[in-house]
């Protein structure tokens, strides 16, 4: 349980919640290690929104105390973390130094021995993409496929393919968007919907890669890719053969919002023509959902359909 001290600080910050340069101030004086940790994090969530700029020398002190004996004083990287992010908007040329020593981190802690500067790794490479593109560029690619990234976030990997493409760095998001095993989810997608501008040839390669993917987030980056793509829609006899029979319930979601959104003629007309044939339960219910973002009188005639087909269902769960 918090301390009556501890409430009194927090409560504190939040009084000053209107007076922004005063808030900022007091959080500033919170900001040494003998502080308890909820304390610290209620101080440097609020100079992460301030870009406080004399918060600058007690942020990088308190995350060289956390690097110095990382393991033992900060164990799984979570400090260090939020002080990147109060440090960001402060961040200058010189900090590279302890960033590049940041996004070479690797901790790995007992009883597992489980590697835990996933978080520290991603945070710190945002940060010297802002200062260095030349370095970011390099460890981005390194962090890409490290071999230590996160199964189920997809880090420090899938910040890796974001700085990656905002550097349009294709090649290396193509040659990983391309491999057979070893690759995570949510990074082939974050590489798919990054690949917009590649060359149209290469093109039905990753459509022939990811077509039968059985993973939604993959799809989702695949149909982002095509029907991004500087000269797409691509891949429409793809598109239409998923609008008719695709099967992943979240994928399709995604593919039929997406289609009305874009209002490409030709998809639409091929998901309308789709719409008064299915019968499946939920592809109904999401095709009536998705055409009710349609405002024309033959999707309102089918959307009724689509409604009526459902109504049997819903009077069985009554």
């Not at 290396?172 to 501008?197: I, K, Q």
Request: aromatic share 6%; proline share 5%.
């Amino acid at each position: 349980m918090p301390g009556k001290e501890t409430a009194t600080e927090i409560g504190q910050l939040k009084q000053l919640a209107d007076r922004s340069e005063e808030q900022a101030a007091f959080a500033v004086t919170l900001l040494t290690p003998r502080h308890r940790r909820d304390v610290l994090q209620a101080a440097l969530d609020v100079l992460a929104q301030a870009e406080y700029a004399p918060a600058r020398d007690a942020i990088l002190a308190l995350y060289r105390h956390y690097a110095e004996r990382g393991e033992m004083r900060d164990p799984g990287c979570y400090m260090r973390r939020s002080v990147l992010r109060a440090w960001r908007p402060l961040a200058r040329p010189d900090d590279v130094p302890l960033l590049l020593a940041a996004v070479n981190t690797y901790e790995f802690l007992p009883p597992d021995f489980k590697e835990e500067a996933i978080l520290l790794r991603a945070g710190a490479l945002v940060i010297l993409n802002d200062l260095d593109e030349t370095l970011a560029r390099f460890h981005a690619a390194r962090l890409l496929d490290d071999g230590y990234a996160d199964a189920m976030s997809g880090e420090p990997a899938l910040t890796a393919a974001r700085v990656l493409a905002s550097q349009d760095q294709a090649v290396a998001l193509y040659a990983y968007a391309m491999r057979h095993g070893g690759t995570l989810a949510d990074v082939v997608s974050e590489c798919l919907r990054s690949l917009t501008d590649m060359p149209t040839a290469l093109v039905p390669s990753l459509l022939t890669r990811h077509a039968d993917s059985t993973e939604s987030i993959v799809l989702v980056g695949l149909f982002d890719l095509l029907l991004n793509h500087r000269e797409g829609p691509l891949g429409r006899a793809f598109l239409d053969d998923y609008l008719r029979e695709g099967a992943d319930p979240d994928a399709y979601r995604y593919l039929a919002m997406t289609v009305i959104a874009r209002g490409d003629e030709l998809l639409v007309d091929t998901l309308l023509t789709a719409a008064r044939l299915e019968q499946d339960p939920d592809k109904v219910a999401i095709m009536a959902e998705a055409l009710a973002l349609l405002s024309t009188p033959e999707a309102d005639e089918i959307r009724a359909q689509l409604n009526s087909r459902l109504q049997p269902r819903t009077r069985r769960r009554r």
